[in-house]
């Protein structure tokens, strides 16, 4: 109470000292804005005018490595026919493919399904059916996978559709021994359902398309998304396997392999279709998964890859730390738009406030362009110009994953650890047990 006193009798402008720290924060705030939107005009300049890296397409005569393709399967029996169907039809050899699937604790009719369908094809599919343990992805993957011995191991979501050339595509670049995790890219077959689906469409064209396609080129941060792709088993087991613990345990292990001095490929021609929610309130589930997720995977990793001189090049470490940092940007633009809020109610001088708020909705909205940017371009790519048209729509999308990003970021900053695993399956939509009439 004394230094209180004292501080009050020099006469210190409180308001005065607040407001400097809030316009310090504001224009820290409207750095890391600018620095995203470099980042994403960089990436899409090199897609479209740069030097584009597919070492591995080229491959398709080998001699194969053993290779098991994992399919996690919770309550998925709208789908589970689809992507087995699909797997029969691929062109790996036979004798060094494994199918495993992973009933991972289902209600409803999954189970049968599966082991109907390995029935009806002796030796190609080996049911697991997990019956116990912490509910979530990490945990079936890390279950199962105690049993693999193959080179590499493949893994597809239930809804996924793979088509017959995608096991040797997704294969062939584990031959380069630097490279721990491969990805492919995904496609939704789903569009034409719904206004949603058809910004999810050009949502992940941008995603993949330009941005996954521009770190391969420029040698920087692929990042291997869970489904679609593959690792090295030895690489796989050399990090520590999967944590049971994590929401994103794709995103988690992009690091722990970059940390220990593995690449990720990127394979931007092959594709794999997948089944997008056609509803807001599973989109929204959705993104706060994600979300909560990644921030976790930022708080575990940021500092380790930020001090590891090792492994990874500076521009490296510069795209990884970013990349840990999409989706908590959402919460820093809503606390500067809070900030401008309160200096303005607070009475801070016109020319100041001013300032910072022109500076903040100019680069937010160029912060937001680069992105949009990047899905036009990503749109012109793929062929697909009609679908420009949809461009002002993204902008409600954005609006809609900003505040459900923020929504999920912001109240679990402080209190991430310790907390809970909570997963919430995506739901699916499709009907039928077969691929005919689906692609």
Same mark, same amino acid.
């Given at each position: 109470?004394?230094?209180?006193?004292?501080?009050?009798e020099?006469?210190?402008?409180?308001?005065?000292?607040?407001?400097?720290?809030?316009?310090?924060?504001?224009?820290?705030?409207?750095?890391?804005?600018?620095?995203?939107?470099?980042?994403?005009?960089?990436?899409?300049?090199?897609?479209?005018?740069?030097?584009?890296?597919?070492?591995?397409?080229?491959?398709?005569?080998?001699?194969?490595?053993?290779?098991?393709?994992?399919?996690?399967?919770?309550?998925?029996?709208?789908?589970?026919?689809?992507?087995?169907?699909?797997?029969?039809?691929?062109?790996?050899?036979e004798?060094?493919?494994?199918?495993?699937?992973v009933?991972?604790?289902?209600?409803?009719?999954?189970?049968?399904?599966?082991?109907?369908?390995?029935?009806?094809?002796?030796?190609?599919?080996?049911?697991?059916?997990?019956?116990?343990?912490?509910?979530?992805?990490?945990?079936?993957?890390?279950?199962?996978?105690v049993?693999?011995?193959?080179?590499?191991?493949?893994?597809?979501?239930?809804?996924?559709?793979?088509?017959?050339?995608?096991?040797?595509?997704?294969?062939?670049?584990?031959?380069?021994?630097?490279?721990?995790?491969?990805?492919?890219?995904?496609?939704?077959?789903?569009v034409?359902?719904?206004?949603?689906?058809r910004?999810?469409?050009?949502?992940?064209?941008?995603?993949?398309?330009?941005?996954?396609?521009?770190?391969?080129?420029?040698?920087? +941060?692929?990042?291997? !998304?869970?489904t679609?792709?593959?690792?090295?088993?030895? &690489?796989? @087991? =050399?990090?520590?396997? %999967?944590?049971?613990?994590?929401?994103?345990?794709?995103?988690?292990?992009?690091?722990?392999?970059?940390?220990?001095g593995?690449?990720?490929?990127?394979?931007?021609?092959?594709?794999?279709?997948?089944?997008?929610?056609?509803?807001?309130?599973?989109?929204?589930?959705?993104?706060?998964?994600?979300?909560?997720?990644?921030?976790?995977?930022?708080?575990?990793?940021f500092?380790?890859?930020?001090?590891?001189?090792?492994?990874?090049?500076?521009?490296q470490?510069?795209?990884?730390?970013?990349?840990?940092?999409?989706?908590?940007?959402?919460? +820093?633009?809503?606390? !500067?738009?809070?900030?401008?809020?309160?200096?303005?109610? &607070?009475? @801070? =001088?016109?020319?100041? %406030?001013?300032?910072?708020?022109?500076?903040?909705?100019?680069?937010?909205?160029?912060?937001?362009?680069?992105?949009f940017?990047?899905?036009a371009?990503?749109?012109?790519?793929?062929?697909?110009r009609?679908?420009?048209?949809?461009?002002?729509?993204?902008?409600?999308?954005?609006?809609?994953?900003?505040?459900?990003?923020?929504?999920?970021?912001?109240?679990?900053w402080?209190?991430?650890?310790?907390?809970?695993?909570?997963?919430?399956?995506?739901?699916?939509?499709?009907?039928?047990?077969?691929?005919?009439?689906?692609?």
């Amino acid at each position: 109470m004394d230094r209180i006193k004292a501080l009050a009798e020099v006469g210190i402008d409180w308001g005065g000292l607040i407001g400097i720290i809030a316009l310090v924060v504001l224009t820290a705030i409207i750095g890391l804005i600018v620095l995203y939107s470099i980042r994403h005009y960089l990436f899409t300049l090199n897609r479209l005018f740069g030097r584009q890296r597919h070492p591995y397409v080229d491959v398709r005569e080998a001699d194969w490595p053993s290779a098991t393709v994992v399919i996690p399967a919770h309550n998925e029996e709208k789908v589970i026919g689809h992507v087995l169907d699909g797997l029969l039809l691929c062109d790996y050899p036979e004798s060094r493919l494994e199918i495993m699937v992973v009933n991972d604790r289902s209600t409803d009719r999954t189970g049968e399904l599966i082991d109907a369908i390995a029935a009806r094809n002796p030796g190609r599919f080996t049911p697991f059916h997990r019956t116990t343990g912490n509910p979530g992805k990490a945990a079936a993957l890390k279950d199962a996978l105690v049993t693999v011995t193959s080179d590499v191991i493949l893994i597809f979501d239930a809804d996924y559709l793979p088509g017959t050339g995608l096991i040797k595509q997704l294969v062939a670049p584990f031959f380069d021994p630097e490279v721990g995790a491969v990805m492919g890219r995904v496609v939704p077959i789903n569009v034409g359902s719904n206004l949603l689906t058809r910004l999810l469409d050009l949502e992940r064209s941008g995603g993949y398309q330009v941005d996954q396609q521009a770190r391969m080129n420029l040698g920087l +941060v692929p990042q291997f !998304g869970g489904t679609v792709g593959g690792l090295r088993r030895t &690489a796989l @087991v =050399s990090v520590g396997g %999967w944590r049971e613990d994590s929401l994103t345990e794709d995103t988690d292990i992009t690091y722990r392999l970059l940390l220990r001095g593995w690449k990720t490929a990127y394979q931007n021609r092959s594709e794999c279709y997948e089944e997008v929610p056609e509803s807001w309130p599973v989109r929204i589930r959705q993104i706060n998964r994600w979300a909560r997720g990644h921030n976790e995977c930022m708080r575990r990793y940021f500092r380790p890859l930020l001090n590891n001189l090792g492994w990874t090049g500076w521009f490296q470490r510069l795209d990884g730390m970013l990349l840990l940092g999409v989706y908590a940007m959402s919460a +820093v633009m809503v606390v !500067g738009w809070l900030l401008v809020l309160g200096l303005f109610f &607070a009475g @801070v =001088s016109l020319v100041s %406030w001013l300032f910072v708020f022109l500076a903040v909705a100019a680069y937010s909205a160029l912060g937001n362009f680069a992105v949009f940017f990047e899905v036009a371009a990503a749109a012109r790519l793929d062929g697909y110009r009609n679908r420009i048209r949809l461009l002002p729509f993204t902008f409600f999308a954005f609006l809609v994953s900003l505040i459900a990003t923020a929504r999920a970021s912001i109240p679990r900053w402080l209190t991430l650890r310790g907390r809970k695993v909570v997963w919430h399956k995506t739901e699916r939509t499709r009907t039928g047990t077969s691929l005919r009439g689906i692609i």
